[in-house]
């Protein structure tokens, strides 16, 4: 079975600092990652996904991810955080043999400080 | 405007009684998810449809049931048996039964028992 582990629960940053959450995944196989985030008040919304290709995957709002298959890992990463970035960050993954089944990571809230 | 619409927003229920909760979705899409968002847990896979009448059990369906008797349509019936139903629910759906197509959620349900 797949699981997925963001070892931060919560983050508080100020603004213009940079942001790395760690998203951990167990799964032997070829892997889907997706950083989904739900701000508040607002529907959950995909950020960023890796299907293939390049390891570096660039989102919206100018946060990327990068998959580094040896650490079975996919964290999240910003350079400068703005007070907008406030919201909860979920990091998910679909094994090649799970149909389009998600798992889901605990999630991470960032509180950024004006 | 195409999208998933989930009601009511919040629902309240007594202990002992069965609540259905609505998921519509004008996108198309052949596959509904239904999840449990508790805080700290992220999302855990309640039911799952990957096409009209046929439905398969997620992590957690225990005290849940759910039908696809249309394509846009995906009610989530939460049963007297399920011992914690407190709980944000999500409904989601996705283009296609197999592949690596993202998730698009709705607004979601927030149940309380009384």
């Known amino acids: 079975a797949q699981s997925v582990s963001q070892h931060n629960h919560h983050v508080i940053l100020s603004e213009a600092a940079s942001l790395e959450l760690g998203c951990n995944y167990s799964y032997g196989g070829t892997v889907n990652l997706f950083w989904y985030v739900q701000y508040p008040g607002q529907h959950l919304q995909l950020l960023l996904k890796y299907f293939s290709g390049d390891p570096l995957v660039k989102g919206i709002k100018g946060f990327e991810a990068e998959f580094i298959k040896s650490k079975f890992s996919f964290n999240l990463r910003k350079p400068s955080v703005q007070w907008s970035d406030t919201a909860e960050y979920f990091c998910?993954?679909?094994?090649?043999?799970?149909?389009?089944?998600?798992?889901f990571g605990g999630g991470t809230r960032l509180m950024v400080k004006p | 405007d195409g999208g998933i619409t989930q009601s009511p927003k919040y629902l309240f229920r007594k202990e002992g009684q069965n609540v259905t909760l609505s998921c519509e979705q004008n996108l198309n899409h052949d596959a509904m998810y239904w999840y449990r968002q508790d805080p700290g847990q992220g999302l855990r896979l309640i039911y799952y449809?990957?096409?009209?009448?046929?439905?398969q059990k997620g992590d957690i369906a225990e005290g849940y049931s759910v039908s696809r008797e249309k394509k846009e349509s995906f009610p989530l019936t939460v049963t007297s048996a399920q011992k914690n139903p407190t709980a944000f629910y999500l409904c989601?759906?996705?283009?296609?039964?197999?592949?690596?197509?993202?998730?698009?959620f709705g607004p979601g349900t927030r149940l309380t028992v009384l």
């Open positions: 989601a759906s996705s283009i296609g039964r197999e592949g690596a197509d993202t998730q698009y």
């Open positions: 449809s990957q096409i009209v009448n046929d439905f």
């Open positions: 998910a993954v679909k094994g090649n043999n799970a149909g389009n089944m998600l798992t």
